[in-house]
């Protein structure tokens, strides 16, 4: 069963991406901060997350990287353009930037105390969400996430 702050959160993410989960507890998990220790319950079971988003932010990483080789091989470039493009994309400071912009800050449960999401937690929290959309569904729909988020 979702709580008052739950739903505002998964609302807020899905109105962002454009795109509506079955299983919103996977996004719920994507959006906790590693310290948040919320406790989740529902769709994933009755589990704490000591480590927030980080199985789905190392999935994601892994999704994200996929999606950005299917489009460096579909263009027909050089081994160096996929590595440029890699770099630009994939990196914590763009992920940071793009969470950012974004306004996903809002919706992550943050760690006791801090006030502030900060930029390796927002990368993290990215990623974690291309990984929560991936489980969720299938690789044409993290790459529409990934458009409406303009990282491609």
């Not at 996929?66 to 353009?81: H, K, M, P």
Request: glycine share 10%; net charge neutral.
């Amino acid at each position: 069963m979702e709580n008052t702050r739950m739903k505002h959160a998964v609302d807020g993410v899905e109105a962002v991406i454009g795109y509506k989960f079955d299983d919103r507890f996977l996004l719920w998990e994507a959006l906790q901060a590693a310290g948040s220790m919320v406790c989740l319950t529902g769709g994933a079971g009755n589990r704490k997350m000591p480590n927030g988003n980080k199985r789905l932010a190392v999935l994601g990483d892994t999704v994200l990287q996929l999606v950005l080789v299917e489009l460096w091989y579909a263009s027909g470039q050089e081994r160096g353009t996929f590595d440029q493009l890699r770099q630009r994309v994939g990196s914590n400071t763009n992920l940071n930037n793009t969470g950012v912009q974004a306004r996903l800050d809002t919706f992550v449960e943050r760690a006791a105390g801090a006030s502030v999401v900060p930029p390796v937690t927002m990368t993290a929290t990215v990623e974690a969400i291309l990984g929560a959309v991936y489980l969720d569904s299938n690789m044409e729909s993290v790459k529409k996430v990934m458009q409406a988020l303009s990282l491609i």
